[in-house]
């Protein structure tokens, strides 16, 4: 009998795991939050052909359109990501910009793993340069490394969403 309850508890509890998914997005929440991601699809680009203004640009769109997200959780996680962003300047160097947008991506990454906005965008990261990034997956079927231009495609997906 106890053997029993055992199994039962065991299975029941796996179950929580295995059904335990993002939460849904709807409405504005959902249309903020990929407007947050398709600006970063620009900024993306902007780091793996690097250009400097566009890339100082494409930060302050993205702070912008983070500031105007209205659900209090998604912009409380994303806070961080916003003074990462407020430090990338196109008169900083690259080294200083990657760092600041691999600690911005971090909160990107964190915003996927918690909510659902679709299956277009999924976390990648690099172990050679040790930094990570989100990605349109549907638009990129190949890693496109941001940080690493002598390895463009270096890198591997790490969710599959």
Request: charged letters at 30%; one cysteine or more; hydrophobic letters at 35%.
């Amino acid at each position: 009998m106890y053997k029993k309850i055992m199994i039962s508890l065991c299975l029941f509890l796996s179950s929580l795991t295995l059904f335990a998914s993002r939460v849904e997005l709807n409405g504005e929440a959902k249309t903020k939050v990929l407007k947050v991601l398709e600006i970063n699809e620009s900024l993306h680009k902007n780091f793996f052909n690097y250009n400097a203004s566009l890339v100082e640009e494409d930060a302050k769109r993205l702070q912008k359109a983070i500031a105007d997200i209205k659900d209090k959780e998604i912009s409380k996680l994303l806070k961080k990501t916003t003074m990462e962003l407020g430090k990338i300047k196109a008169g900083a160097g690259v080294e200083e910009n990657n760092k600041a947008y691999h600690s911005a991506s971090l909160g990107l990454i964190e915003l996927l793993e918690k909510y659902n906005p679709g299956k277009k965008y999924n976390s990648y990261s690099c172990p050679m340069v040790k930094k990570k990034w989100v990605q349109n997956s549907k638009k990129m079927l190949r890693v496109h490394n941001p940080y690493a231009p002598e390895m463009p495609h270096c890198g591997q997906r790490d969710t599959d969403y």
